[in-house]
């Protein structure tokens, strides 16, 4: 009973982490490569470097403080920051499932990043430009990754292990983003987000209440209840909101 309680726990661990880690990366990647191949791979690579250091720094900072926090509130702050991400994530892909928002297009983002690159003015010898947008890309997407690495891997006492699942995300993707290059529309993104914002809200609820000492049926185990709830919730949601009207004719935000 009790190996089936933590291994419920790690799968939803395990399955967050992967996917919030994934779909950030994929974002940061599509810029990386806009900005290699319209400015540069030198300068591209070096923001990314830069990117990386600054969020190791961040991370040596401010990361080793948060085991210092007693458990009952550093659950309760977490659920509450786990469920604002969740529910941000979970209205965009709602409404983007539901076609009152256009679907998030990596090629769009790639062809607009093109755009803005080409219009800047070249610098002689380094390319500033190109650092700083691969820079911005990388560390802004990575922040969400350490956040989620963070508090996720932290109230759930397995840091270590959300540690290795982010870092094979981050591989993954990025073995996939030499292969494809131009080809990251194809991934389903939305359907990513919308399973974490499922992920991060049943974790943020489940969290919530442990911070307020409520005693869940089953421990760990119940958060495969509130996964299915709340992914029962948002099919509702979509089913309900959907215009009438044919996809073709409906005029979505960006």
């Excluded at 397995?158 to 995300?169: D, E, P, Q, S, W």
């Excluded at 609820?205 to 996964?227: H, M, Y």
Aim: hydrophobic content about 60%; some cysteine.
């Amino acid at each position: 009973m009790f190996a089936a309680t933590v291994s419920s726990g790690v799968v939803v661990l395990v399955g967050a982490v992967f996917l919030a880690c994934a779909v950030e990366m994929v974002e940061a990647l599509t810029i990386v490569v806009a900005v290699g191949h319209t400015r540069g791979w030198r300068s591209a690579f070096e923001g990314v470097v830069a990117a990386l250091v600054a969020l190791a720094a961040l991370v040596g900072a401010f990361g080793p403080a948060l085991v210092h926090v007693p458990l009952s509130v550093l659950r309760l702050i977490v659920g509450g920051v786990l469920l604002i991400f969740g529910m941000q994530w979970l209205r965009k892909a709602i409404l983007r499932s539901s076609g009152l928002k256009a679907m998030h297009d990596e090629d769009a983002i790639y062809d607009e990043t093109v755009a803005e690159l080409q219009n800047a003015t070249t610098d002689t010898g380094r390319d500033r430009i190109a650092f700083v947008m691969a820079f911005k890309g990388v560390f802004l997407e990575g922040l969400e990754v350490v956040v989620t690495v963070l508090t996720l891997g932290t109230s759930a006492h397995r840091l270590g292990l959300a540690v290795v699942v982010a870092a094979i995300a981050v591989v993954i993707v990025a073995i996939i983003g030499a292969v494809v290059a131009r080809q990251l529309s194809n991934v389903p993104e939305n359907a990513m987000k919308m399973s974490v914002g499922v992920l991060l809200v049943s974790y943020g609820t489940f969290w919530v209440g442990e911070g307020l000492k409520v005693r869940w049926p089953g421990n760990d185990s119940f958060l495969v209840a509130f996964v299915a709830l709340y992914a029962v919730v948002c099919w509702a949601l979509i089913t309900l909101i959907r215009p009438k009207s044919s996809p073709s004719t409906l005029k979505v935000g960006a």
